[in-house]
């Protein structure tokens, strides 16, 4: 198996090296449970606000895929 790294940079993004996404997410699984109550509530908030931003740019292109019928060509 090939060694996989996580580390949450000091921006609060996850940085994954190594392979195999299953491998990747027992190691921040790990990397997690090293965290402590206050840095891991601020993760959360910080992923649920991407999460927010990336819902409202998937109904944006959904939108203008809509707008010009492209499921129709």
Known sequence: MTDVSIAIGSDGHTVAQGCGEAAILL???QTLARLDNRELLGRLEQLVGQRQKLTAELVLHLSEVDRRK???S
Do not use: G, R, T
Request: glycine share 0%; proline share 0%.
């Open 27 to 29: 190691a921040l699984a």
């Open 70 to 72: 492209l499921y129709l």
